[in-house]
């Protein structure tokens, strides 16, 4: 070799070599991801070299649950893999910081820990002694971090007095239409319960992009025969490997689905004994005031919650059982009856089903088509494909983010329930939630570690639930649950969002537009709003109330900043007044970039951590520690014990020790710090995991014998049983090792009730505002034109390249797209406004104006434009983002309650933010 060393058969390194040194480790570990991507629980190996996280692969250990179906190997993503490479991103939150300058003005010091722990701790007692403990509120967490972060900083919330705002309730991942027929919105199958079906509905949902772990199955069920349909206004990513799509005018979905339901029903393709047995459709209802029958109508003494058919054998009114439920043949489904009420007054009553017939006659295909955009062949070949096999609705949090999202949801409900598709696997509809790992959502309840302690907890709930099933024959031990949970919402330290927007926020002064709402209030959403504050139907939610305002707020493994409706303008009034912000993260975020002080917390793989279960994937899966934290970083549950302790400290050296909060209640500081760590029981996160973990274990989730080396050996341990949570309870199936998950077997199985109003999945709902709305039974109604008169109508939906926005900056994701915010273009309606591919544009509207980059998409339809949800807001110029133009909306019904399963508990029912099918215009920059 000329000018240098020659080349020999000694020297060549063979390539195998060199691949082999590249990706050597030291040690390997299992890690997941600790995020709330929903449900996330993906089993990865990190590897380990000279002290780095080096790689990460999935780890493919998932056995074979049931036979003849797949596995779940091998779960995982781009995102996922490509991890480690967050740990020293120029992102990274390196050690703790306080603000200089103005508020986002970029501009801070570096300061010690003791230095940020003291300034928080005096800032706290300030608050609590200026404007009451409520006004520090704590940003609920949707499960970044996992399960010893930011879910864990509500036991200081508690203790103290403070305010934690509901997940659901700031996020919108709340589907009111599954709660008002279910009487919740977490009942789910499992992942490879899909496997089972003959026909999936992909709508409101785009698995390709967010199922990217579960996809397989879709994939898998297509090739043993299934018929998959992507229902969506655009040609999605999703559409490319289905056999039908339906491309839906945004919002007009309930149109669809109602139509549906007609073709079921005119062509006998119902299934009459399911209907029956399983919803409120044999039900009568009063013709003169639109609410149901009940025993106190009827006779003395009478329950306000019993209900009655008409025997078709007797000619009267019987009452129907609240205890099991049966398919009765003799009560009528149509026609007009007479019924005597207490005092002798004869009025006429109709069986729900009847009303549903009247209310269908305007959903013909031809008609449901000049409103949805669907063909009327399709709507027909849709409903008799539905009816003639399994059939399961993959739905998404999408449709909860419109404004009619619940019509929507009940009409795609009445759909299943018409044709029996629920409660069998292959079949029924769900979104994500959690449960089953009773020791980590009961730990902030133990003032003592051991098992004696849990078991007392489970013994004090168990007898109170059993005393309540007592006294109400046919209450089952999941809607007991969930009345236990209403019963102690109101005094607990969480809020409903919407009222801290209502009382806080210049959101109030966009609800008053009433020409953004539903044409059928009949008088201003404030006045809603009084008339359910007056009546109590949200005692003790409205936190902080109307004269104590925020001074406060944590902000811990979530992004309020960034996911806030309606942009900053519409938070001002609380982010201006603001004492302190504290954003506790591992990572740079919008919110962070805001805050007063930073605190640098440990990041996946660098803490030892449980990520957030789910019925969907079966697994409690977990990720150690692989590194040491960078910089100063510390683990979450270590810093909440430092900062119980310095608050202590520091209350006892100003003599402010014990004090008596709004509601009467009073709190001591100066025993903070042993109060939340039990006496040093706890000081760290592996203490705590291995509590929860061996409570797990005695409460009957976990196998016997499972403790925190079981999951450094294996990774992950599959559930044996729901455990105690509302959540899990209302799965209504039995958890078996060797089946996918279906939920709502023992309703249809066993007769068992639902957790709702009539004891009957429930599409009538006979609350006087939805009687007044026009709503008791589903309805299609157009989306009100929020955000003003504009021709476009802007819809978001997750990123394919980041969790929300925890990989939005990403160097690894930014190079696999554009690296930078697009908003999505027809075709036709780009070139009449004269924008070319590749173009800035800005969108704009009655609330405020952003500008983005366009891609010109063929699938995309005509009037449509789409901005994916997760960008961070410093990618956007002047830090405009897309949630700057959404005009923050609730609707005005989900502030009903008081009657029927109308009631908050943790992450269900309450009006949520609405931020779909919104007006815009989009012009060239």
């Not at 393709?269 to 029956?276: H, K, P, Q, S, T």
């Not at 003790?540 to 811990?556: C, D, S, T, Y």
């Not at 976990?702 to 509302?726: C, H, K, M, N, S």
Request: charged share 25%; net charge negative; with cysteine.
């Amino acid at each position: 070799m000329e000018g240098g060393t020659p080349m020999t058969t000694d020297t060549i390194v063979p390539t195998e070599e060199r691949y082999r040194e590249a990706i050597g480790w030291d040690a390997s570990k299992h890690v997941t991801h600790c995020v709330n991507c929903s449900p996330g629980n993906c089993p990865f190996r990190a590897y380990i070299r000279d002290g780095r996280v080096v790689r990460e692969e999935q780890s493919g250990t998932l056995p074979v649950v049931e036979p003849g179906v797949p596995d779940a190997n091998p779960m995982g993503c781009q995102k996922g893999a490509a991890w480690s490479r967050t740990l020293d991103a120029p992102t990274r939150i390196p050690y703790p910081m306080r603000r200089k300058g103005a508020r986002g003005g970029g501009d801070w010091e570096r300061i010690s820990w003791d230095e940020a722990l003291t300034q928080i701790a005096d800032a706290m007692i300030d608050t609590i002694e200026e404007s009451g403990p409520e006004a520090i509120v704590h940003a609920g967490t949707a499960g970044e971090g996992g399960l010893t972060a930011g879910f864990l900083f509500e036991k200081m919330m508690n203790r103290i007095g403070g305010t934690t705002t509901d997940t659901n309730g700031d996020i919108g991942d709340f589907s009111a239409g599954l709660y008002e027929t279910f009487g919740n919105a977490a009942a789910c199958s499992s992942f490879d319960d899909w496997f089972h079906a003959d026909l999936l509905l992909i709508w409101h949902r785009n698995p390709v992009y967010t199922a990217i772990p579960h996809y397989h199955y879709i994939a898998e069920a297509r090739y043993r025969g299934a018929e998959v349909v992507t229902i969506a206004p655009d040609y999605s990513p999703s559409s490319i490997h289905a056999d039908v799509y339906a491309g839906v005018r945004p919002g007009t979905d309930a149109a669809l689905a109602l139509s549906m339901a007609r073709v079921i029903i005119d062509e006998g393709l119902m299934d009459e004994a399911f209907v029956r047995s399983q919803t409120d459709l044999p039900l009568l209802v009063r013709s003169d005031n639109g609410r149901f029958l009940r025993g106190a109508d009827v006779e003395e003494g009478g329950r306000a919650d019993q209900f009655y058919t008409w025997s078709k054998a007797s000619g009267s009114v019987t009452p129907a059982s609240r205890e099991l439920l049966s398919a009765d043949a003799d009560a009528a489904l149509e026609g007009a009856y007479t019924a005597t009420l207490l005092g002798g007054e004869r009025v006429e009553v109709r069986p729900v089903f009847a009303l549903l017939r009247e209310r269908l006659a305007d959903y013909s295909p031809e008609a449901a088509s000049a409103v949805c955009g669907v063909h009327a062949d399709v709507i027909r070949q849709l409903a008799r494909k539905a009816a003639a096999g399994r059939t399961s609705v993959l739905l998404g949090f999408n449709s909860a983010k419109y404004y009619h999202g619940d019509l929507m949801e009940r009409a795609m409900c009445l759909v299943l329930a018409l044709t029996g598709n629920w409660g069998k696997k292959g079949t029924g509809i769900g979104v994500a939630v959690t449960g089953m790992f009773d020791g980590g959502f009961l730990f902030s309840m133990k003032p003592v570690p051991g098992r004696e302690i849990f078991r007392g907890i489970l013994g004090m709930r168990a007898n109170v639930l059993k005393g309540m099933m007592a006294n109400d024959p046919g209450l089952t031990e999941a809607a007991a649950a969930i009345a236990l949970q209403q019963g102690g919402a109101g005094s607990g330290h969480g809020t409903v969002p919407a009222f801290l927007w209502y009382h806080h926020t210049a959101l109030a002064e966009r609800w008053a537009h009433d020409e953004w709402s539903d044409p059928s209030m009949k008088k201003p959403l404030g006045e809603y709003i009084d008339e359910a504050s007056e009546k109590g139907w949200w005692r003790g939610l409205q936190r902080p109330a109307k004269e104590h305002r925020p001074r406060m707020v944590f902000e811990i493994g979530t992004n309020w900043s960034r996911r806030m409706r309606g942009g900053r303008a519409a938070y001002a009034p609380i982010l201006d007044e603001l004492k302190l912000l504290v954003c506790f993260d591992w990572r740079l975020s919008s919110s962070a970039l805001q805050a007063d002080i930073l605190l640098p917390a440990a990041a996946p793989y660098e803490k030892p951590g449980f990520a957030q279960p789910s019925p969907q994937t079966l697994t409690l899966t977990f990720s150690d520690a692989c590194v040491a934290p960078a910089g100063e970083a510390r683990p979450e549950w270590e810093v909440f014990a430092e900062l119980a302790r310095r608050i202590e400290e520091r209350a006892k050296a100003r003599g402010f020790v014990e004090y008596t909060d709004s509601r009467g209640v009073a709190h001591r500081l100066d025993d903070l710090g042993s109060y939340y760590t039990a006496n040093g029981a706890f000081e760290t996160t592996e203490r705590v995991l291995e509590e929860m973990v061996l409570d797990t274990v005695e409460s009957g989730t976990l196998p016997a014998g499972t403790a925190l080396d079981t999951f450094r050996e294996q990774g992950w341990v599959r559930f044996i049983d729901w455990g105690i949570t509302p959540f899990a309870a209302v799965q209504g199936a039995d958890l078996r090792a060797d089946e996918t998950h279906a939920a709502l077997r023992h309703h249809v199985e066993r007769g068992v009730p639902y957790a709702t109003l009539t004891r009957r999945a429930q599409f009538y709902i006979d609350h006087p505002w939805f009687i007044e709305a026009g709503e008791a039974l589903p309805v299609h109604k157009e989306n009100p034109p929020m955000g003003g008169d504009y021709p476009l109508v802007m819809t978001s939906g997750h990123s394919r390249w980041s969790v929300h926005s925890m990989n939005q900056a990403d160097r690894s994701m930014l190079g696999t797209h554009r690296g930078e915010p697009v908003v999505l273009i027809g075709a036709a309606d780009a070139a009449a406004r004269g924008i070319v591919d590749g173009q800035m544009v800005r969108v704009r509207n009655d609330v405020a104006s952003f500008v983005a980059q366009a891609t010109v998409a063929s699938g995309v339809r005509p009037g449509q434009v789409i901005s994916y949800n997760g960008w961070e807001a410093y990618q956007y110029a002047d830090w405009r983002h897309s949630a700057e133009v959404e005009p923050g909306m609730v609707k005005w019904l989900h502030f009903a309650g008081g009657e029927g399963h109308l009631k908050y508990w943790t992450t269900q029912w309450q009006p949520a933010p609405i931020d779909r099918a919104f007006r815009v215009e989009v012009e060239r920059e």
